[in-house]
């Protein structure tokens, strides 16, 4: 499969559109505390296991938007779009959330 940012595959033609599809992840806010209480990487104000979290996060909101790509028999996704928001009381859970548009090329 196919994901990229761009609205276009450089040397290859979209034959088909299927339509939007989207994954969606949501992270609990005391999966960052667990991880803060045992962090001994931080170098430079970043943390390897908060950016691993992040990372895993957003890998899972791809894989799920594939597997809605596939359902609609794409081959690639097109235009795809990653955003991070904080939601819950107090900013308690943060969630990734990917979209963008299913094709065939």
Known sequence: MIVT???SIEGRSIRGYHGIVTGEVIVGANIFRDL???ITDI????SGKYEDVLARARGEAIAEMEDQALALGAN???GVDIDYEVLGQNGSMLMVSVSGTAVTV
């Open 5 to 7: 940012t761009t609205p």
């Open 36 to 38: 803060f209480a045992s």
């Open 43 to 46: 170098v430079g104000g970043r």
């Open 76 to 78: 690639a996704v097109v």
